[in-house]
């Protein structure tokens, strides 16, 4: 098992090498610059500081209730410059892949309602939803069956739909049964969201699980769901086709998790610098789970000792 570095801790001259290794460093968000969009101290003078070394400075989260504008100006609202083109979320990767696929048949779309704008913007047609009843019957909800089985469809959504339902969630298992071909795309498959002292709250991993177990009583394999957020293919691709990306090994990858964050760098064949400010602590890396070569290549508490680093050696 490949050992794991404290940047701190390590003598200047390989500290040195370590900011010379390279060019682009990616940062995840949540845990990692702020929390609940509070920054964390030290988080913007770090990103600042990369930016006067002459470092190309990006952002990827998986969270879809904010848009690249919003985060755009949440980051300059903390002191830091950024551009909509350096924020990557999973609405760009989704956009991504449906251009790829060649969508065009209407979408089922359970996300918030940016997401939705933003679909119909690129020119995506989403379904409308139907005003919801008060059911007390299965033929309450039966009801619904023959339009929905008539429907073409060209991808189902499963987002952060804080508004989902029973009669959604059929509604899902109808579209895809009927549309086999249609693409089943998901962002979040957490199983708990960590909200702070009155969560955890109810994750969409059950709602996505509980229709492909429904398919599976028709006999329709449906695990070629595909998701959009990070640690997917489809994240990977976009970043790499989007920034021109030819030398991964001169790209830094920060992150708080290792099973979305450090995933996704080692697939994509990034440098990895896990910080201890979000979701893993050390107890995950002497617990370690995973497979080896996901393990990050070097720690640091919080991007303010990461800044502490930087300014000793450029000061």
Known sequence: ??????????????????????DTVFFDMDG????????????????NNLKKLGKSVRYVTNNSTRSCENISENLK???????VSDVVNPLKSMIFLLRKSNVTDPMYVMAPKSTKKELEK????????????????????????????????????????????????????????????????VNLMDKTLPVGPRGPILGWHYFVQSVRELLKVDNVDRSDFISIGKPSKVVVDYIKET???????????????????LVTASK????????????????????????????????????????????????
């Open 122 to 185: 690129h020119g995506y047609k989403i379904l409308e939803e139907t005003a919801h009843g008060d059911f007390d019957q299965p033929s309450d909800i039966l009801a619904y069956h023959d339009s929905a089985k008539n429907q073409k469809i060209g991808a189902v959504l499963f987002d952060a739909d804080f508004n989902i339902d029973y009669l959604k969630v059929q509604k899902a298992y109808w579209y895809l049964k009927y549309n086999p071909k249609c693409l089943f795309l």
């Open 243 to 261: 920034y021109n990306i030819s030398q991964p090994d001169r790209v830094l990858f920060v992150g708080d998790s290792i099973e979305t964050d």
């Open 1 to 22: 098992m490949k050992s794991v570095k404290f940047l701190k801790e390590l003598p200047k001259n390989e500290q040195k090498k370590f900011f010379e290794s390279f």
């Open 32 to 47: 990692v610059i702020w929390r609940n969009y509070d920054p964390i101290p030290g988080a913007p003078d770090c990103l």
């Open 268 to 315: 994509a064949g990034f440098q990895k610098l896990l910080v201890l400010s979000g979701t893993d602590k050390l107890e995950s890396l002497d617990r370690w789970q995973y497979p080896d070569h996901y393990k990050p290549d070097y720690i640091a508490e919080h991007l303010g000792d990461f800044n502490d680093v930087l300014k000793n050696l450029y000061a």
């Open 77 to 83: 609202n903390c002191g830091v410059e950024a551009d």
